[in-house]
């Protein structure tokens, strides 16, 4: 199945040789669009696989609407431009976009371009995941302690029996067992403050 591409950029000549180079190598360009249209609506609407930027050098709107489509719909995001200083490159990068390439576009280098900007955005995304996954699990963690801690308090249990308690209450209810510590904890502050 080919890959959809959607297309952003304002000059029309150099988007339909991208778009012609894209159709060679295989890719089907579902949308062509320009930085000033609201892009995370238009990607909401038709779901492409990769983005790719055309431009001679990446404003600060192009590069704000690049964060928000990472951090809203992150997507492989490949940026083709002239410019080639260090701070606009880094600036791209932060900005979310997988690969930064300068000089434009040359179709015979498009699928290697193309597969390292969807393995970086692929490994980007892993990472991402797995800090997500650490936050929680710290955040559960620290939520655990304070349950455990509320219940040997006022229910004179030992460490390993407020826990034992904790685990029997998230499985009952069929949530995790950092949810039943929250709302061990939810239940203390209520009962603390309405007294």
């Known amino acids: 199945m080919a890959l959809r591409v959607m297309l952003i950029d304002q000059n029309r000549g ?9 159709l060679d190598n ?14 995370l609506q238009r990607i909401a609407q038709v779901a492409p696989d990769v983005i790719i930027v055309d431009m001679e050098s990446p404003d600060r709107d192009t ?7 990472s951090r809203d719909q992150p997507r492989p995001i490949v940026m083709f431009a002239e410019k080639s200083d260090r701070i606009s490159i880094g600036e791209a990068v932060k900005a979310g976009v ?5 000089d434009g576009m040359s179709p015979g280098r498009l699928n290697a371009i193309m597969e390292v900007a969807i393995a970086r955005f692929r490994e980007f995304q892993a990472l991402r995941n797995e800090l997500e996954e650490t936050k929680s699990r710290l955040e559960d963690r620290k939520l655990i302690d304070k ?31 950092g949810e039943a510590a929250r709302n061990v904890i939810i239940v203390a502050d209520l009962l603390v403050g309405g007294s």
Request: net charge positive; proline share 0%; no cysteine.
């Open 14 to 22: 150099r988007v339909a040789i991208l778009e012609q180079a894209l």
């Open 26 to 39: 295989g890719y089907e360009v579902v949308a062509r669009s320009s930085v000033e249209e609201d892009l």
């Open 63 to 69: 590069l704000e609407s690049m964060r928000s489509i």
């Open 98 to 102: 997988s690969a930064y390439v300068v």
């Open 147 to 177: 349950a455990k801690g509320i219940l040997m308090k006022q229910k004179g249990m030992s460490e390993d029996e407020a826990y034992k308690v904790l685990r029997k209450m998230a499985m009952d209810r069929n949530i995790k067992i």
